[in-house]
């Protein structure tokens, strides 16, 4: 279900909300989720309960912390969006590979 599009849209209404603080120190509240819930089906046209919504924010966080460990304090690197990857030099992928 979730394709690039989608992702997007979640990542956008989840931004929203968290600009407008609907959330209860790092989660959303519930009146938070039911408005994630009712944009997001006003903006795709599927409905979709707060489960699998969830289940997405939570697994986007898990990759942008793991992101977030990987990069460390390097500057410099950014996103190949035709070959979706990580624009690095070789130099900086070897060190990588060898720490993780």
Known sequence: MWDK???????????????KDN????????DGWLKIMTNFEKETGKACSQR????????????WKAWKKLKG??????WN????????SDDWRES???VY
């Open 5 to 19: 599009r989608l992702t997007e849209i979640l990542c956008d209404i989840c931004i929203k909300k968290i600009l």
């Open 23 to 30: 959330r209860s120190g790092t989660h959303f509240t519930k």
């Open 52 to 63: 699998p919504l969830k289940n997405r924010w939570d697994a986007l966080k898990k990759e």
């Open 73 to 78: 304090k390097d500057i410099g690197l950014g």
């Open 81 to 88: 969006p035709i070959k979706r990857i990580v624009d690095a």
């Open 96 to 98: 990588r590979l060898k």
